[in-house]
């Protein structure tokens, strides 16, 4: 089929909501370009989200980088006896705890490294005690590789870690680990580490108990067209049977000091075709998002306009995009953050971890909002 004709065909199933397949996404990959995808990617997202876009009040917490995987791409990870390498203190956790009780933090996105030598004791322990000092925080916390090696330490079935986790104050899962879930990208940038089955069946433990979770895609380094493709489809098999993920999160590979530096970034033109085509792709998906510590504030401001309706939020204390060359700033202050959204022409709505709006009080403090103002 010509070109055009091919492009015709997908135009008419996107405008009549119908589901895009491998070979249409293949079709967007390879011969579609920014001009149609952001067309296409911007209806999608004002039907799911108007003109809306979230952002939320957060603080990062990275407990410790030391690390017993080797990912290529980490540029975070230490060995125990590098000068670089950390772990925080219980007072140093809860000073974090702090500054976020004190900006109006409505969340803690919490994940580290796996240490060779902390117990999964150590990582409940954590969890519990931010969750005691400041229980109106959403902790967002440990990601699928993270829930695997929790398995691998304890013998334990993922889903009982899980409710343990919850029952001291987990709130969700982030969408990290995930990067490229083909077996050929995957065996050679984190061969060790969960593999594609395990990270599924966490997120499926999880949200059959009612948590909810985001989803990522580390792109832009070794992985090819069909891999990306491959990767969005698994997802939203998955959120098919499950309907538990909320977000989700394009990650740009960013190449200073790791294995793959030899690699140039992702350019400009790139993120946002990803980011369009995942919206196009992901067609269950609630949320797709900008992370602008990762995108940099200025495509994250036009990705906007490419099917994203989140920016993320204030992220401080992010560690690492730093650690691998991100230039972005260390954080945004929601000054900045309506403006740059407004700017882009869309609504600014604060959210809190599970897209409840957020009620800011004259006097600092803030309550959610319990329902939605726009049907997902
Ligand atoms: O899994 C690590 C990625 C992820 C590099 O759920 C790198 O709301 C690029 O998952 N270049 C962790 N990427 C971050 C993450 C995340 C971020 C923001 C929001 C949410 C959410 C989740 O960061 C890792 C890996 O894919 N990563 N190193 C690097 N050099």
Aim: proline residues 4%.
């Amino acid at each position: 089929m010509a070109v055009a004709m091919q492009l015709k065909t997908i135009r008419e199933k996107i405008e009549n909501g119908q589901r895009l397949t491998f070979e249409d996404g293949m079709v967007l990959e390879e011969k579609a370009d920014l001009f149609f995808l952001a067309k296409m990617a911007h209806l999608v997202r004002t039907r799911k989200n108007g003109t809306t876009a979230y952002y939320n009040v957060n603080v990062h917490l990275n407990p410790t980088n030391v690390c017993v995987y080797r990912c290529s791409f980490c540029a975070f990870r230490a060995n125990m006896d590098d000068v670089r390498a950390y772990v925080m203190s219980d007072d140093e956790i809860l000073a974090r705890g702090a500054d976020a009780d004190q900006r109006g933090a409505t969340e803690m996105h919490i994940v580290g490294g796996l240490h060779n030598k902390k117990p999964f004791e150590w990582y409940r322990h954590i969890l519990e005690i931010v969750h005691k000092a400041y229980p109106k925080i959403h902790l967002k916390a440990y990601t699928a590789v993270e829930w695997d090696w929790f398995q691998r330490l304890t013998g334990r079935p993922i889903k009982d870690l899980l409710q343990e986790f919850r029952d001291v104050g987990m709130g969700s899962i982030p969408g990290g680990g995930a990067e490229i879930f083909h077996e050929e990208v995957r065996s050679q940038i984190c061969e060790h580490k969960a593999d594609t089955a395990k990270w599924f069946e966490c997120h499926r433990e999880a949200h059959k108990l009612g948590i909810r979770s985001n989803a990522t895609m580390l792109y832009g380094h070794i992985e090819k067209p069909v891999h990306r493709i491959d990767h969005l489809i698994r997802l939203r098999e998955l959120q098919e049977e499950t309907g538990g993920f909320q977000t989700f999160i394009p990650l740009a590979f960013h190449p200073n000091n790791n294995k793959l530096s030899h690699l140039p970034k992702a350019s400009g033109v790139m993120d946002l075709r990803v980011m369009a085509i995942s919206r196009l792709m992901l067609d269950n998906f609630p949320h797709i998002k900008a992370y602008w510590v990762m995108l940099g504030i200025k495509t994250a401001q036009i990705a906007l306009w490419h099917g994203a309706d989140d920016i993320d939020g204030t992220v401080v204390h992010e560690k690492i995009y730093h650690d691998a060359g991100s230039d972005s700033p260390q954080e945004l202050t929601v000054q900045e953050i309506r403006h740059l959204i407004t700017e882009a022409g869309f609504n600014p709505l604060e959210r809190d971890t599970l897209y409840q709006e957020v009620i800011r009080e004259p006097n600092q403090s803030w309550k959610r909002r319990m329902s939605l103002p726009i049907s997902q």
